[in-house]
């Protein structure tokens, strides 16, 4: 039995790699990315160039490094290619939610593409490091990162001759975090992925020229703001959203779950109220706020689009989903090898990304079969 199952995992793996043969002219390279991401996929801790060609049994790293550095196949091809299979699995036009966050990579060196002495979540603290933003798609049936790009800080796409060195385009001009988000978000709506709504932390929801290019795009959100945002109030006077919750009644607040954590359904007292009274018909706008039940002090704010009938069990729906890319990164990281890599050009990092993103897409296949009992893969060919 246990034979069988093997036999199956492993047929359903050659398949789903197989979608992205295309995307390699050569058959050397395709082999090579097949070898890769079974790499990625393995047990092994540290999944660098050396590790998962000791995998595939080569002697040293250099096929792998070719793969990634020297090798022609089309990185965004199968970035969009992975970004579909999640779909397939995940997909969920009313429930799904695309999550924008980043994560960051501790690096040694200046040499490595981006790479400056920037604030890392993943650190909690400034550290040389590389941040790389991401979209993540998620829904009742699971989540996956979908899109990747690479943040580069004004140091260096002020230098084009250190741009040149780590293979960094000379048309790549510089972008700040929340336009790489929006570039992502547009790809996601031109790949018809199917969404209801865009959720993003403080780092994004506090930039204005965001919020309004979704909210031109009739893109529902539920951004996180800090507490010194301005909002415009019924009345249409700014004020500041801390002091919009000061007012509100004792009865406006509800206890609401956004959902089930490490330690069971995250339940605090919600209270959302209306903002901007000059709006579109159909459309709405709120302040979302979020009161922890333990300490009344502790509050989160949330600015929310989306149509007028939303009631705020989906807005706080939406508002709890965003955890979800906290889960694909710890995935990424702990099993398919996202931050282990050990190159310094632009192509390569986004090379790496993109397979070990493809590995982490296999998995939530694979999981999602298991849950509905499948005893072998289904196809995932095309």
């Known amino acids: ?9 492993s047929a359903g793996f050659e398949a789903f790699v197989g979608r992205f043969a295309g995307r390699f002219p050569r058959v050397e390279a395709r082999r090579r ?11 092994t801790e540290r999944k660098n160039g050396w590790t998962l060609a000791e995998t595939a049994g080569e002697a040293g790293p250099e096929g792998m490094q070719r793969l990634l550095n020297f090798y022609s196949w089309d990185t965004c091809g199968v970035r969009d290619d992975v970004r579909d299979v999640v779909v397939e699995c995940l997909g969920d036009a009313q429930q799904g939610v695309l999550i924008v966050d980043e994560t960051g990579f501790l690096k040694k060196g200046k040499k490595s593409a981006g790479v400056a002495r920037q604030y890392s979540g993943t ?28 943040y580069l800080p004004k ?11 780590a293979g960094v385009p000379d048309e790549v001009a510089f972008a700040t975090r929340p336009a790489l988000a929006q570039q992502m978000i547009e790809r996601a709506v031109l790949g018809d992925v199917p969404f ?4 993003a932390d403080e780092a994004y929801g506090q930039d204005t020229k965001f919020r309004l290019w979704l909210e031109a795009g ?8 800090p507490k010194s945002a301005m909002v415009v109030s019924m009345t249409l006077s700014k004020i500041r959203v801390h002091q919009v919750v000061v007012d509100l009644p004792d009865g406006a607040w509800k206890r609401l779950s956004c959902g089930d954590g490490a330690r069971g359904f995250r ?12 709006r579109r018909s159909g459309w709405g706008h709120w302040l979302l706020a979020r009161r922890s039940i333990i300490d009344p002090s502790d509050l989160a704010f949330y600015i929310c689009f989306g149509p007028a009938d939303t009631p705020i069990e989906e807005l706080v729906r939406v508002a709890g989903s965003r955890w979800a890319i906290e889960e694909c990164f710890q995935t990424t990281k702990n099993e398919t090898g996202l931050d282990h890599y050990q190159v310094r050009g632009y192509q390569a990092w986004y090379r790496h ?12 296949i694979v999981r999602e079969a298991a849950k509905k009992g499948l005893q072998s893969q289904p196809d995932y060919r095309p």
């Open 1 to 9: 039995m246990m034979m069988d199952v093997a036999l199956g995992w």
């Open 33 to 43: 990315m097949v070898s890769y991401v079974r790499g990625l996929l393995s047990e």
């Open 123 to 150: 650190a909690g603290r400034i550290e040389n490091s590389q941040i790389g933003v991401f979209l993540a798609y998620a829904s009742s049936a699971g989540r996956a990162l979908i899109d990747r790009e690479l």
């Open 155 to 165: 140091e260096w796409t002020g230098d084009r001759e250190r741009c040149r060195e």
């Open 196 to 199: 209801g709504w865009v959720t």
């Open 218 to 225: 009739d893109i529902s959100h539920v951004v996180a703001v």
């Open 267 to 278: 339940v605090s007292d919600w209270a959302a109220t209306e903002i901007r009274p000059l």
């Open 353 to 364: 990304i993109t397979l070990s993103m493809a590995a982490a897409a296999f998995l939530v």
